[in-house]
């Protein structure tokens, strides 16, 4: 009768070791489900900042002129100028055109390259236009690597 009664408290045992692992399983299951849920809950949230909007400017500021400067691209106010505007900066900055100063053959080649190369359309009439405009305003200027410095105290080097 002894080992009855041990057995019947084995058995217990067990029963009761089972019923807490499946007891665990279902807390795992419940944990796992709301993570899945909601995955967000341990991350801290970061406190919550303004959107920053940039204004559209207006079809009046679009092409506007200020001290001679097209203040969308930077390039000089001259006869030619938006057709410069509408042929060159669809495809590259102004910055480009304002930085490579040329002479009228190097500018008619450099068309020439991007029409054979880079799949700019025929520019038609507008190109002699866009040359002009070129030369007038951007030409070669005549300088070494830099430019000479200037206004600088210069000192004596003491050994």
Known sequence: ??????FKQ??????????????LFIVAAIGI?????????????????EQEYVAIPEEDDF??????VHVRTGLIEA????TVVNNCT????????TQNRMNEERWIAT??????????????GNEEIIVNYLVT?????????????????WYDLKD
């Open 33 to 49: 489900l709301f993570l899945l849920s909601n995955p967000d809950w341990t991350r801290k949230k970061a406190p919550e900042t």
């Open 90 to 97: 669809n495809c590259h900055s102004a910055k480009l055109v």
């Open 1 to 6: 009768m002894q080992e009855h009664s041990k």
């Open 137 to 153: 305003n951007y030409p070669p200027k005549n300088k070494g690597r830099r430019e000479i410095l200037s206004d600088i105290e």
């Open 79 to 82: 006869d030619g100028l938006m």
């Open 63 to 68: 092409d506007k002129i200020e001290n001679g």
């Open 10 to 23: 084995q058995v217990k045992a067990i029963y009761r070791l089972m019923a807490g692992l499946f007891g």
């Open 111 to 124: 068309i020439r390259w991007m029409q054979e190369t880079q799949n700019l359309w025929d520019l038609g």
